[in-house]
């Protein structure tokens, strides 16, 4: 599980490939869950909140649009809804919520 992981892992240490190493040392039949916060939902909040906090911590953090966290993923098959908004992941049935600015997927290694 890289729940609230990869954000803090800049793209010159290429997390695509981070979580492909780790794809690869689990058996097959498992499963890789990402959850990431999203640059391109409700993108200025998004950006401002991101520059707060980079000038505000130790360490800097990247939040990225949703093909670029689709793309850590690899070839693994996403179950299903597929990779979403963090609240359209399996909502209750007959809830309405609105898109949260964040991404996520589980997808089955084979």
């Known amino acids: 599980m890289l729940i609230g992981v990869l954000h803090c892992i ?4 290429d997390p695509g490939q981070i979580v492909a190493r780790l794809a690869s ?9 990402i ?3 999203a640059s ?4 200025d909040g998004m950006a401002k909140g991101a520059a707060l906090m980079n000038r505000s911590m130790a360490g800097s953090i ?13 070839d693994l098959e996403l179950v299903e809804p597929g990779l979403v908004s963090t609240t359209q992941w399996r909502p209750e049935p007959g809830v309405s ?4 600015p964040g991404w996520a997927g589980v997808a089955r290694v084979p």
Not at 25 to 33: K, Q, R
Not at 62 to 74: E, K, S, W, Y
Not at 97 to 100: A, I, K, S, V
């Open 10 to 13: 800049p793209d010159a240490d």
């Open 25 to 33: 040392a689990v058996p097959p039949g498992s499963y890789l869950a």
């Open 35 to 37: 959850s990431h916060p």
């Open 97 to 100: 919520t609105r898109p949260l």
């Open 62 to 74: 990247t939040f990225r649009p949703r093909d670029q966290v689709a793309a850590m993923f690899g």
């Open 40 to 43: 391109d939902i409700h993108p």
